[in-house]
């Protein structure tokens, strides 16, 4: 059974850098736009990033524009968020998503597949 796994998340410095994978086993990702989706405590669920299916389109939430990078490489069946310039605003639970993503716009659809998540914390 397939499933998204996001990894690299941790605590860094404000202003430190983090990069964040999301793949899945048994399942090629690349025939699909791919979501980065975080919540904070306390929080609702918000669009960071989006990526389409052959990585010519992107789009990034305004909080993150200049400071996050989305990328795939669809030989390592594998889409990254490349985080700089970390601030403890950016401190959530990072998850991916596919299965009708809107890219651009950074919206899930009512039946996107998740995967569980990885806790970016940004503290001194």
């Known amino acids: 059974q397939w499933q998204l796994v996001e990894s690299g998340g941790g605590l860094v410095q404000p202003g430190g850098s983090l990069r964040l994978s999301c793949t899945a086993s048994a399942l090629r990702l690349d025939y699909y736009n791919i979501g980065w989706f975080r919540q904070a405590p306390g929080k609702e669920r918000e669009g960071v990033s989006c990526?389409?299916?052959?990585?010519?389109?992107?789009d990034y939430a305004d909080a993150v524009k200049g400071r996050f990078t989305v990328s795939r490489d669809n030989a390592k069946n594998t889409i990254y968020l490349q985080m700089n310039g970390l601030k403890p605003e950016d401190t959530a639970v990072y998850s991916c998503?596919?299965?009708?993503?809107?890219?651009?716009?950074?919206?899930?659809?009512?039946?996107?597949?998740w995967g569980e998540g990885t806790l970016v914390t940004v503290s001194s």
């Open positions: 998503a596919m299965y009708h993503i809107r890219c651009p716009g950074i919206e899930p659809g009512t039946q996107s597949a």
């Open positions: 990526i389409s299916s052959g990585g010519g389109t992107t």
